[in-house]
């Protein structure tokens, strides 16, 4: 019996320690080999992260030379490293509102810092009330203590107790927020968060007018809009936070994952002038009590210059909406496959293909024998809900777009039976 020490995230143990672990061994570009040799498409980007593909020489040496000079230090108070500095630079040039970039260790601490600062903000003009958090079904902002609560997919918020107060509106109504905003008072609300397109809850487009729609509601009754562009940013729906396909100024946005392309770990949360303007107006002021040990941590950030610099340099954060046509098209060619159910895609380099209702109601591990059928035959897929999730490396081409599509084919084969 295989067994193994590494408590895995969202895993089922049981089956994982009896069955032995998929353990990957090398990556380069839009590949990845396990330790038997064997080749797969990473048609994922790892968790949603490898924007500019595996095995960059250009990040690692980067690193590597950060590592020769200092590899961190403590970003408290004044202090700062130089690779630090100049990625803020970087971002706050490319933002779609005048901001300041606070930086943390990755997507779910991101979430939480854009949380107490919500709040925070409102306490510092005199609205202490103004703690009420809105969210949508289907959401996912990250697994902290904040983010859990936020999050719109039952299993993930099930079996902790009492959380955070949130309210929920359905993820495609416009008019859900605003009935909620009427029935509990805008002098009880901090923010309102949305994700450009909805990942983790099943890839969900937002339909036409809803970003919006939803952002001018939160300017009508004075509600801070967040977005959690950390699976969207950096190229993912073709531009640098995702946010700006849509003619919308957030108050703040949250991101990381692509920032890195994965190669170590960062986030941060891009914080709009407004919301910033009371901690840095005048010495003596008020403090966000909030910070990571490794916020800003000077490694992490060079990698993060590195990919950004190859981000701009190979034309990739304009791919994400050139290829986006070609991944969804992709994908519809199996919609009329009898084991098939809803596809959904079409705004950046990211789709989904539900499994049938019916087949899924007799079967409940039709979802996972797609998606291993899919890896046997050398492709790497995310089983999420009812369907399967794609959002391959933006350097992919229409014939791994190909790839993706027989070895979805095979898997909808074995799910039919």
């Known amino acids: 019996m295989a067994d193994t020490r590494f408590w895995h995230p969202f895993a089922d143990m049981g089956a994982v320690s009896r069955g032995g672990e998929f353990v990957i061994d090398r990556g380069e570009d839009v590949w990845v080999w396990d330790v038997d040799g064997r080749r797969y498409l990473d048609a994922t980007a790892s968790l949603w992260y490898a924007n500019v593909g595996h095995g960059r020489p250009e990040i690692a040496a980067a690193v590597a030379a950060q590592l020769g000079k200092i590899e961190a230090y403590s970003a408290f108070g004044d202090f700062a490293c130089a690779p630090t500095v100049e990625l803020c630079e970087i971002l706050a040039a490319h933002t779609p509102m005048p901001s300041r970039v606070f930086l943390t260790s990755g997507g779910g601490d991101s979430i939480d810092a854009a949380t107490k600062l919500a709040r925070r903000y409102w306490f510092e003009l005199g609205q202490p009330d103004r703690t009420l958090l809105i969210s949508r079904t289907a959401g996912y ?16 918020r099930a079996g902790f107790g009492p959380q955070i107060e949130t309210e929920q509106i359905p993820h495609d109504s416009v008019e859900a927020l605003e009935a909620t905003i009427n029935r509990v008072g805008a002098e009880r609300i901090a923010a309102f968060f949305v994700e450009p397109v909805i990942g983790a809850g099943g890839v969900r487009p937002p339909g036409p007018r809803y970003i919006e729609g939803v952002a001018a509601i939160c300017e009508r009754h004075d509600i801070l809009l967040v977005v959690d562009s950390v699976i969207c940013a950096f190229g993912r729906l073709g531009t640098w936070f995702g946010i700006e396909r849509w003619d919308v100024r957030p108050d703040m946005i949250t991101f990381a994952k692509g920032v890195t392309s994965g190669y170590l770990p960062l986030g941060g949360v891009i914080v709009s002038d407004r919301i910033a303007e009371p901690f840095f107006k005048e010495p003596g002021g008020p403090i966000f009590r909030q910070g990571a040990t490794y916020a800003g941590h000077a490694t992490c950030c060079a990698a993060g210059v590195a ?4 981000l701009e340099r190979e034309g990739l954060i304009a791919r994400g909406a050139e290829m986006e046509g070609a991944l969804h098209d992709a994908l519809l060619a199996l919609a009329d496959h009898p084991a098939a159910g809803e596809v959904r895609g079409g705004t950046g380099t990211l789709a989904a293909i539900d499994v049938d209702p019916q087949l899924l109601e007799r079967d409940p591990g039709a979802v996972a024998r797609v998606a291993m059928t899919a890896r046997k035959a050398g492709v790497l897929v995310r ?18 777009f190909e790839l993706i599509t027989q070895a979805l084919a095979a898997g909808l084969d074995a799910a039919a039976g």
Do not use: W
């Open 141 to 156: 902002h990250g697994t902290h203590g904040y983010g859990t609560a936020l999050g719109g997919i039952p299993v993930n």
């Open 307 to 310: 990919n950004l610099g190859i």
């Open 383 to 400: 089983p999420l809900g009812t369907g399967i999730a794609v959002s391959p490396p933006l350097t992919a081409t229409t014939e791994h």
